[in-house]
């Protein structure tokens, strides 16, 4: 069993900060790369951050400049400053995994709600 569990979502005012936070947990071998997405009502999950092949980290255009991802061991974080109405979603973390019964498995959280509302 793998987890990964999300935390730090909820309201905020337009021009606001939060830290999302995601822990993995379980029979983990190795976590070659972790990142994080967003489902907005009605639309589809998209990629917000993640890191490279060579470990630098790449956002979407639309989080240039505001938001900051950054991992320690097994946990990913995302500092989102600057948030927009438009930044109101679900948020995702994801990670590939290796088990230790030498399983792939691609890992998903419950996701944590962010709303960015006056």
């Known amino acids: 069993q793998v987890q990964l569990v999300e935390s730090g979502g909820g309201l905020v005012q337009p021009g606001g900060s939060l830290r999302l936070s995601c822990a993995a947990s379980?029979?983990?071998?190795?976590?070659?790369?972790m990142d994080w997405y967003r489902q907005a009502p009605g639309k589809q999950r998209e990629l917000v951050a993640g890191?490279?092949?060579?470990?630098s980290a790449n956002y979407a255009d639309f989080v240039k400049g505001r938001f900051s991802i950054s991992r320690d061991k097994n946990t990913v974080y995302l500092q989102m400053n600057s948030l927009k109405p438009e930044d109101t979603a679900v948020y995702y973390c994801?990670?590939?995994?290796?088990?230790?019964?030498?399983?792939?498995?691609?890992?998903w959280g419950q996701g944590t709600l962010v709303t960015v509302s006056s």
């Open positions: 379980g029979s983990i071998v190795s976590i070659r790369t």
């Open positions: 994801h990670a590939p995994v290796i088990t230790t019964s030498q399983r792939y498995l691609e890992v």
């Open positions: 890191f490279t092949s060579g470990g």
